[in-house]
Structure formats: structure tokens, C-alpha cells
């Protein structure tokens, strides 16, 4: 067995053992996910929302594609975004869907592969990044919440330390000029492959230019991370015996956050075991469920993905 698929095998097995363990200690109520066909209406919300979020993550990928001087129509972003999620939701793996972005950007654009594919992890990344800031954002909102709990204090000092770390580097980075410098030069005459990691560093540092579209993108990240928390939130109505609480659109981003982490695919079961522990230092209960119905709800959205897949061109990038 090839040692990739061997990594993916255990933490497949990891993520069924959390999952079996969380059952096992009654964590997770299958029965209450009921509440989703009871309750359909908050299911249906958590439907759109979960739409809306995937179609603006379609439309900041655009904006950063064609602020790079390429060209990526909405339609074509919206396929490929719902694509990405089919594939990030079927494969046992959470770069299921960045792998497919990557590959189509490789065989329709080969002289600017590493512009696309660094246009793809930073969209990637401005999302985990207003994930991660988030909880600081709302923080100003559940001061009592903070203030009873050492834990979540823990977890904002944490936040706003990597986050101003990644700002502060962002910084520095923005102010040192790479055309003529040594660091390139070392690239592209030391390195291997260190043409393609010198691009993407030119590919970075010409957002420089365009801080209207990056901020741009970087708001629509804020929105959508939003709406997330809005379709856990109406699932926890739907599905959580004493209904959703304002401490939730607290600690859901939070969980999130527990849930991109790579140990298992997808965050199955770290995520569960993660909100289950947030909403219980909240006094709440039905974190896991909570979790579990918002992946549902992916499911269910990530087919559409299968649809575009199966049907027409794959043709999405173009470049002058």
C-alpha cells in the first residue's frame, strides 16, 4: 500500500473510532436529527444559506482571478466552486476539492500554472483566515460568556496571536521588493522547482496593486463565514430539544475552526467532539448533532457539484 493511501486509511479509521467513541459515551443522538424533516423549514433556511455562502465563495474566487489580469466568468466560478464541494464532501479527504481546482488549472492554463494554482490556495486561505478571526470580531458581544469561561479566553488570545502574526508578516512581506532581490534570484539558480516558488511569490505580491479587489475579497470572506454560522444555528433549532441560543453564533465558528484541522478527513469527529465541548462550556447541549446536521446539509448542497460535473465542458480559466 502506497504510503498516501496508507495516511488516508488511518485517518479514516480515526475519524469512525471518534465517531463510534462519541456514540459509545451518548454524545451523539441520532434521533434528534429527526428534528431536520420535523423542522423543515430551518432545514430549508440552512439549505439556501449553505447555497448563498458556496455561490460567494464562487464570486471571490473571480475577483481574485481576475485581478491577476486572467479571466474567470461568475458562471464558470460558480461550476467549479460546487465542483470543489462535491469533491471535498465525497472523497475521504478535506483537499478533495482543492486537488480538482488545481488540476483543472494545470491542464487549461500550463504557462500560468503557478499563477492559478497560488490564486487557488489564497482564496483558500483568506477563508480559514476570517474563520480564525471571526470569534474575535463577536467577542465584543459575549463579554459574559468570555469572562466565565478560562477556556474561551484561551482559545481568542490564540486567535488574535496567529492572526496578528500572519498580518504583521503580511506586512513585512508587502514592503520587500522582490524584482532583482536575492531571494528570487536563489530561487530560480539554487532551488528545485524554485522558478515555479518564485512566480508564486510574484503572483502574491502583485495584489499590492489591487488592495480593492483583495479587501473586496476579503469582506465577501467575513459575509460567508456568517452565513455559515447562520445555517448551524438553524440547525440547532431544528434539531436541539431547548432550540438554538445566541451563544451559539459564538462558539460555531469556533468549531469550525476544530473541524478544518487535517487530523481526520473532513474534521469527522474531531469537529463533532469539538462543538460538543464548546456548546457544553456555554451550558448548552446538541453541539455533535449540530455539527452532523451541518454536514448533512453539505451533502446534500454538493451534489449540484456532481450535476456540473457530469454535464458539459470543464473548461473554467482562460488567460489573455
Not at 473571480?62 to 467549479?80: D, E, F, G, R, T
Not at 495584489?207 to 456568517?226: D, H, N, T
Not at 455533535?288 to 454535464?311: D, F, H, P, Q, S
Amino acid at each position: 500500500m502506497k504510503p498516501k493511501m496508507l495516511f488516508t486509511l488511518i485517518r479514516l479509521v480515526i475519524a469512525i473510532a471518534m465517531v463510534l467513541y462519541l456514540m459509545q459515551m451518548g454524545v451523539i443522538d441520532w434521533t434528534s436529527l429527526s428534528g431536520l424533516i420535523i423542522a423543515w423549514p430551518y432545514t430549508l433556511l440552512a439549505v439556501i444559506l449553505f447555497f448563498v455562502a458556496t455561490i460567494l465563495q464562487a464570486l471571490r474566487l473571480q475577483i481574485l482571478i481576475n485581478a491577476h489580469q486572467m479571466s474567470l466568468s461568475y458562471m464558470a466560478a460558480v461550476k467549479l466552486t460546487l465542483i470543489g464541494l462535491f469533491f471535498s464532501t465525497y472523497l475521504p479527504g478535506a483537499t478533495g476539492g482543492d486537488l480538482i481546482k488545481i488540476y483543472y488549472a494545470s491542464k487549461e492554463n500550463p504557462g500560468s500554472k503557478a499563477e492559478v494554482i497560488t490564486i487557488l490556495f489564497l482564496d483558500r486561505f483568506m477563508g480559514l483566515f476570517s474563520l480564525l478571526t471571526l470569534p474575535v470580531f463577536l467577542a465584543p458581544f459575549f463579554i459574559d460568556l468570555i469572562r466565565s469561561q478560562e477556556i474561551l479566553q484561551a482559545l481568542l488570545i490564540l486567535s488574535l496571536s496567529i492572526s496578528s502574526s500572519i498580518v504583521l508578516i503580511t506586512f513585512i512581506a508587502a514592503k520587500f521588493e522582490l524584482a532583482d532581490s536575492k531571494l528570487i534570484y536563489w530561487l530560480n539558480n539554487k532551488v528545485r522547482y524554485g522558478h515555479f516558488l518564485s512566480r508564486a511569490l510574484h503572483t502574491i505580491h502583485y495584489y499590492k496593486r489591487s488592495l480593492g479587489p483583495l479587501l473586496k475579497a476579503l469582506a465577501i470572506s467575513y459575509f460567508l463565514q456568517l452565513l455559515m454560522v447562520g445555517v448551524s444555528f438553524s440547525i440547532a433549532e431544528a434539531t436541539n430539544i431547548f432550540g438554538a441560543d445566541l451563544k451559539m453564533l459564538f462558539l460555531i465558528p469556533m468549531g469550525y475552526m476544530a473541524n478544518s484541522f487535517p487530523l481526520t478527513p473532513g474534521g469527522l469527529g474531531i469537529g463533532e467532539a469539538a462543538m460538543e465541548s464548546l456548546f457544553l462550556l456555554g451550558g448548552l447541549t446538541g453541539g455533535a448533532e449540530t455539527l452532523l446536521g451541518w454536514r448533512l446539509i453539505m451533502i446534500l448542497v454538493g451534489l449540484l457539484g456532481l450535476v456540473y460535473y457530469l454535464k458539459g465542458s470543464k473548461k473554467f480559466f482562460s488567460t489573455p
